[in-house]
């Protein structure tokens, strides 16, 4: 089907043939989903999985009628028949929504690495799309899985509107005009502590209608690394350096403060993922590019862009969820990816401990006591041999780790029974064997 895609959808409106969405999660994301799906023309959620099930009641009752009435399906046969009959067929298990007949797409919204390899796998194998907003597992496992879609036929796909899938809108922009990338990343819009815990955040995510251990991802620079990192990996951009600079660079300084260090900029080398903690530049995304010919800086000194030879583009917003179904949309109805990882991942996320852990803990989840993120190139990663972070949870700590540490295999074991362990095992042979060929 041709055109775009609100052209598109609303064909599909037209014919009584929404595309029908699999929402696994229905938590703040996944409630934000069934209400924005609620406004649009020609996609609808028509099934959706939680391991509580009153938060997808929950959700649809924040949606109003806009959203289909839940009703609880024991089995996929059950979320079929409810899904004819106009319900919103809710069930405990991601299995029987990703397997459904009459499910088109599926959306992870669960934010959980684990969960995320199972339901990406589950929904692979049923030959169905998967929108992947949880960036965490695409980080530690997304070559595989994208590799298995391409396999089956299918479409992976991060979602838009999150800031990797935001910024590859730059990306892709700027390198379809021919211009080279210097930079390319996001805004940072909580302070950066980190060693933030989720005990200090309890109030500050109540008023925000958060978790408070998904606050602290973001405050303790976890979520920036994943979402930088994830960028990386489907752009061959990379980490400057670990962790990257994340300087205070306000808009109209993003070009002179990402560019090389020769030409009065922070960088050692061209073609970096980044982040700034400077106010205004959040919620907004920003690539950097070489403009060196002088008719290309005529006309961008002309539209008052600035002298080059480095310009900033800046998109001064991302919608996160509430762009998600688009990507559902995009996969359905044109076959398209709005962002997937490369086959070989250029970065990694690994962890550095928040605190001195002991031989026998077990660690924590993202966003608790234990650990935060730190973006990687792959080659550092390597060297430093890290546990990269979506196997973090549910290690067992083996040799004593002090503060600020990186977690790594020599030092952590992870738990083997976790099916992203056992995907990453995968991965890593995968790889491994397409550079030995």
């Not at 009752?61 to 609880?72: F, N, W």
């Not at 459904?100 to 692979?124: F, S």
């Amino acid at each position: 089907m041709g055109g775009s895609i609100a052209e598109a959808l609303d064909q599909r409106q037209r014919e009584g043939r929404p595309v029908r969405v699999g929402l696994i999660g229905a938590g703040q994301m996944g409630t934000d989903i069934i209400v924005q799906t609620g406004l649009m023309a020609g996609i609808e959620v028509v099934a959706a999985a939680d391991a509580v099930p009153d938060n997808v009641f929950a959700a649809c009752k924040v949606a109003g009628s806009t959203a289909r009435a839940p009703e609880i399906a024991d089995d996929a046969v059950a979320v079929a028949r409810l899904i004819k009959r106009g319900r919103l067929a809710t069930a405990r298990s991601y299995r029987e929504v990703c397997t459904a007949d009459d499910v088109d797409v599926v959306i992870d919204a669960t934010g959980n690495p684990n969960v995320g390899a199972q339901v990406a796998l589950t929904t692979i194998g049923a030959r169905k799309p998967i929108v992947m907003m949880n960036v965490e597992a695409d980080v530690t496992i997304g070559a595989y899985l994208s590799a298995k879609a391409a396999e089956a036929g299918v479409v992976y796909t991060l979602g838009a509107g999150d800031e990797p899938s935001s910024t590859m809108e730059l990306v892709n922009f700027l390198r379809g005009l021919g211009y080279p990338i210097v930079a390319a990343g996001k805004g940072k819009n909580n302070a950066f502590r980190i060693d933030a815990t989720p005990d200090a955040y309890v109030d500050e995510a109540k008023r925000r209608n958060m978790n408070p251990r998904m606050l602290v991802e973001f405050v303790d620079g976890s979520k920036t690394m994943v979402e930088m990192v994830a960028l990386a990996n489907a752009t061959g951009l990379v980490p400057d350096i670990p962790g990257m600079h994340g300087p205070s660079a306000a808009v109209d300084a993003l070009h002179r403060v990402f560019c090389p260090r020769d030409e009065g900029g922070l960088l050692s080398r061209k073609g970096v993922v980044d982040f700034t903690v400077a106010r205004g530049v959040a919620p907004g995304v920003f690539a950097v590019a070489e403009m060196r010919h002088p008719r290309l800086r005529e006309r961008m000194n002309d539209l008052q862009l600035g002298e080059g030879p480095y310009y900033t583009f800046f998109r001064p917003y991302h919608l996160t969820s509430l762009e998600v179904p688009l990507s559902a949309a995009a996969a359905v109805l044109h076959g398209q990816s709005h962002m997937r990882p490369m086959h070989t991942p250029v970065a990694e996320v690994g962890a550095r401990a928040k605190k001195a852990l002991a031989p026998g803990e077990k660690l924590d989840a993202i966003g608790e006591y234990c650990y935060r993120g730190f973006a990687l190139t792959r080659v550092d990663a390597l060297a430093q041999n890290a546990l990269p972070l979506g196997l973090a949870q549910g290690a067992t700590v083996t040799r004593a780790i002090a503060a600020g540490d990186y977690l790594t295999y020599a030092n952590c074991a992870p738990d083997e029974r976790l099916s992203i362990v056992q995907v990453r095992r995968l991965q890593d042979d995968f790889i491994g064997m397409a550079a030995a060929a």
